[in-house]
């Protein structure tokens, strides 16, 4: 499948250990800066009540739901803690001068 | 771990009960467990029923679980099966079709009902808490007049979902304010003028006396002497414990089946966990009707039952959905609590209450969406640990509440 590189944010948008939503072409992102300043991307609604994620909390490697508290890792997309059972897709993330992107196949909005 | 030949039996397959099975195994217990659950149904979580449901009849019930997901690990679940007795001497449950169940451990997890309104023509009035309440609650919320009594989340939750379908509605509260059990002043104040914004009206300080029916439409008399015509009326005063089978097997109830911290009654191989359940906190007992609550004993519980020995500790937190915002609620507040009150530029609004020693001991947000759950959560962690805040930082939506961590004594 082709790369489809699409540009999110500066680096500077996303605080240490925080995430913002992004929204592109019908489909919402989560867009993640751990601690050691490395950049993640999954999917932007928790998978069991379709909550925005970006709203939820972040701990070391995980994503806590703002409405359940089900926990994801979100550096795999591997979900932690109940009630959450199914993974978050993840999407490959570079980093270019200040710029974030994020590798979207093109087919995935219409997968969301 | 604990002898895996002993049968481990949960009464009530709500979140407490089904989700205790559900970690029993995930924890590799893999003795005989079983899960009797009353209702005709799978397992289903309960908090939409007076949320989006209301306003999306069509939406996909959520479930816990399927029938399936539990026979594949091995949970007998008896599907409209009442548990009717239980015989502590003997240690067996009675079912409702006269068979008896074997156990070496019990969870109680019976949940609560709602509470019927005590007055004359009170059985007038539509409760909700189960799924097969929720076409009457449908029908009321689309008739052109509603009159609500009991201004608590879920009166709120259905006076918001009435809207949405262009109901009159009015909401008599016995108290002088919304939410008073919930949530401080300023918050409950805001939200009731979100509601007055959209059209609902309150008679707040008012008491419900008599209902009359009068061919399809009923006449609400008020305490006050106000009659109140309406085409509908749905009581939501809160809710009961369903303690009778632990009553009737002797075992301690006040408010609840009493537990200890570790989630054991009276007598130590019966466990209880969820809205049915009295349990330690902050040096008395207290019985919480939430969902989170009902989830998070659920872990513990299980762990017990698997041969643990640990202790439930929490800070309360709840949400409710109504119109586009939500609001969520962390700790209790304590008696001469000072309020501080931050107000961000999307429009979100925080209430923190600080005890005399200006620990953080409650908090409580607002706003569209979840955009308020953030900011409760860092709070959260600050009234776990017992932190004292500074309260001119508190107020300024510039310091994020995690900065405030980082740099708070305890």
């Known amino acids: 499948m082709a790369d489809n590189w699409v540009r999110v944010c500066e680096t500077s948008d996303v605080d240490q250990e925080d995430v913002i939503r992004f929204d592109h072409a019908e489909s919402t992102y989560a867009i993640y800066r751990s601690l050691d300043d490395d950049f993640y991307a999954t999917e932007g609604l928790c998978t069991h009540e379709q909550v925005h994620l970006a709203d939820g909390f972040v701990m070391d490697n995980i994503i806590e739901c703002p409405k359940h508290n089900g926990r994801f890792d979100y550096t795999s997309g591997a979900a932690a803690a109940s009630p959450v059972c199914v993974n978050l897709q993840t999407y490959p993330v570079k980093i270019e001068g200040d710029a974030v992107y994020i590798n979207i196949p093109d087919d995935d909005a219409e997968l969301r | ?410």
């Open chain 2, 1 to 410: 771990m604990l002898n895996s030949a002993e049968p481990i039996v949960i009464i009530g397959a709500g979140e407490s009960g089904t989700r205790t099975a559900l970690t029993i195994r995930q924890l590799g217990w893999d003795g005989p467990l079983t899960l009797i659950g009353e209702e005709n149904t799978a397992p289903y979580e309960r908090p939409p029923l007076s949320k989006q449901r209301l306003s999306s009849p069509d939406s996909p019930v959520a479930t816990i679980t399927t029938a399936s997901e539990l026979h594949d690990r091995r949970i007998d679940f008896l599907q409209g099966r009442r548990a009717v007795g239980i015989d502590r001497t003997s240690q067996v449950v009675s079912l409702d079709n006269d068979s008896t169940l074997p156990y070496g451990q019990l969870l109680i997890a019976t949940g609560s009902r709602a509470r019927p309104l005590p007055i004359a023509g009170g059985d007038h009035a539509i409760t909700l808490r189960q799924i097969t309440d929720i076409e009457r609650v449908l029908e009321a919320v689309r008739t052109p007049r509603l009159c609500v009594i009991g201004a608590g989340l879920i009166g709120l939750e259905i006076a918001a979902q009435a809207w949405v379908h262009g109901t009159d509605v009015i909401v008599v509260e016995a108290a002088d304010e919304v939410l008073s059990r919930v949530a401080p002043p300023a918050m409950a104040s805001l939200i009731r003028h979100r509601h007055e914004r959209s059209g609902v009206s309150f008679v707040l300080g008012t008491q419900a006396h008599r209902i009359g029916r009068h061919n399809d439409q009923y006449i609400v008399t008020l305490s006050n002497g106000t009659a109140i015509e309406c085409d509908r009326v749905i009581a939501a005063i809160g809710s009961i414990p369903n303690c009778e089978l632990a009553t009737d097997a002797g075992l301690l109830v006040a408010n609840g089946i009493v537990v200890d911290d570790q989630l054991r009654s009276s007598d130590p191989l019966i466990l209880s966990a969820g809205d049915c359940c009295s349990f330690p906190a902050a040096g008395s007992h207290v019985r919480l009707e939430a969902w989170r609550n009902a989830h998070d004993q659920a872990n513990v519980a299980a762990q017990n039952l698997a041969g643990s020995h640990i202790s439930y500790v929490t800070v309360p937190w709840f949400w409710s959905d109504q119109y586009d915002f939500s609001v969520q609620v962390v700790g209790t507040p304590s008696a001469g609590a000072t309020d501080v009150e931050r107000h961000t530029h999307d429009s979100a609004t925080f209430v923190f209450s600080l005890d005399v020693d200006g620990v953080l001991v409650a908090a409580s947000g607002l706003g569209t969406g979840s955009s308020a759950a953030k900011t409760i959560r860092a709070a959260q962690m600050l009234i776990e640990d017992r932190c004292i805040v500074d309260p001119a930082a508190l107020a300024d939506p510039t310091v994020s509440l995690r900065a405030i961590r980082k740099t708070a004594t305890t």
